[in-house]
């Protein structure tokens, strides 16, 4: 699997939607490739805040509304 076939079934990899088979292929490629890792952490990162900001408004503090900027900078940097 190359880096831009793992970063196609990102989202439904994360989502846990893809049918096993994908699902084990997508793992090896990330148990393998560092960069992917990274994406990968970084877009579990960005999700993550992302349903914060929207489930609770009120607890995003500075920190978390800066790192979500980053984060959403960097994505968009791709």
């Given at each position: ?53 929207f489930d609770e408004p009120a607890a995003m503090h500075e920190p978390e509304t800066h790192a979500l900027l980053a984060a959403l900078s960097a994505a968009?940097?791709?």
């Amino acid at each position: 699997m190359t880096c831009r076939e793992a970063d196609a079934l990102l989202a439904d990899y994360l989502d846990d939607l893809l049918p096993p088979l994908a699902r084990r292929r997508v793992a090896r490629h990330l148990r393998t490739c560092r960069p992917c890792r990274r994406n990968t952490l970084t877009y579990a990162d960005t999700i993550d805040l992302v349903r914060t900001a929207f489930d609770e408004p009120a607890a995003m503090h500075e920190p978390e509304t800066h790192a979500l900027l980053a984060a959403l900078s960097a994505a968009s940097a791709h």
